[in-house]
């Protein structure tokens, strides 16, 4: 759980979340997104414990290299895993490529607080993008995105690239980020190595069946 926590301290920052509650190998994070108000990170240990309190709007995402398991541990305990697997990966960003940007497009980099943004633009369209929040030694990478028109040129490797110079800026050493099934052949292409494959699952629309708080709380 140790690198899941590190992740989603970086993480929070990045989407303005307030600090995770964590419980005994829970993390508990308030999003109030709808259709996703929390959403509790754990290991496979914790899935009968937590089953009960999982429903359409708190989901229950769980560390594992194991995916295919988990998802059908999940689904038999009457959870509703996403198809999606989801892949927490890692790099030590001295290894990091930073390829220069392609003609027309410039870098922008701009900084609040932890928090760096990069844009590339072109004649004043913003062609990709990414953020990440710097915690320490660890630098969370979050939204990495190619507008539509501009993708298959390389920009994700640019921007990827400009995050990691800018981490290193900081004093960072290592990088983490979530990457889609999508994503993970760009960050291996770069040198990302995954830790653990992330599986969620909702309850579907169904009551609750026991207390969050008292279940987290191991009462």
Same mark, same amino acid.
């Given at each position: 759980?140790?690198?899941?926590?590190? /992740?989603?301290?970086?993480?929070?920052?990045?989407?303005?979340?307030?600090?995770?509650?964590?419980?005994? *190998?829970?993390?508990? *994070?308030? +999003?109030?997104?709808?259709?996703?108000?929390?959403?509790?990170?754990?290991?496979?240990?914790?899935?009968?414990?937590?089953?009960?309190?999982?429903?359409?709007?708190? /989901?229950?995402?769980?560390?594992?290299?194991?995916?295919?398991?988990?998802?059908?541990?999940?689904? %038999?305990?009457?959870?509703?895993?996403? *198809?999606?697997?989801?892949?927490?990966?890692?790099?030590?960003?001295?290894?990091?490529?930073?390829? *220069?940007?392609?003609?027309?497009?410039?870098?922008?980099?701009?900084?609040?607080?932890?928090?760096?943004?990069?844009?590339? +633009?072109?004649?004043?369209?913003?062609?990709?993008?990414?953020?990440?929040?710097?915690?320490?030694?660890?630098?969370?990478?979050?939204?990495?995105?190619?507008?539509?028109?501009?993708?298959?040129?390389?920009?994700?490797?640019?921007?990827?690239? %400009?995050?990691?110079?800018?981490?290193?800026?900081?004093?960072?050493?290592?990088?983490?980020?979530?990457?889609?099934?999508?994503?993970?052949?760009?960050?291996?292409? +770069?040198?990302?190595?995954?830790?653990?494959?992330?599986?969620?699952?909702?309850?579907?629309?169904?009551?609750?069946?026991?207390?969050?708080? %008292?279940?987290?709380?191991?009462?």
């Amino acid at each position: 759980m140790e690198i899941v926590r590190r /992740w989603i301290t970086g993480w929070r920052l990045c989407r303005g979340l307030q600090p995770p509650v964590e419980y005994d *190998a829970v993390l508990l *994070a308030q +999003l109030d997104l709808p259709g996703r108000e929390r959403e509790m990170f754990t290991v496979r240990d914790n899935i009968d414990r937590l089953a009960p309190v999982v429903t359409e709007s708190t /989901w229950l995402t769980v560390a594992t290299p194991y995916g295919n398991e988990v998802a059908s541990e999940l689904t %038999a305990v009457g959870l509703r895993p996403f *198809a999606e697997q989801k892949v927490l990966m890692s790099i030590a960003l001295s290894d990091h490529p930073q390829p *220069a940007a392609p003609t027309p497009y410039r870098v922008v980099v701009t900084t609040e607080g932890p928090l760096d943004h990069v844009q590339l +633009l072109a004649d004043g369209t913003v062609a990709a993008r990414g953020m990440m929040a710097t915690v320490g030694a660890d630098a969370v990478m979050h939204d990495i995105h190619t507008d539509p028109d501009h993708r298959r040129r390389g920009l994700g490797s640019v921007v990827m690239g %400009a995050l990691a110079q800018r981490a290193l800026e900081r004093g960072a050493e290592n990088g983490l980020l979530m990457a889609t099934e999508v994503g993970v052949h760009l960050y291996r292409s +770069l040198g990302w190595l995954p830790e653990a494959t992330m599986v969620t699952a909702s309850g579907g629309a169904r009551p609750v069946r026991s207390d969050l708080g %008292a279940v987290l709380a191991g009462r």
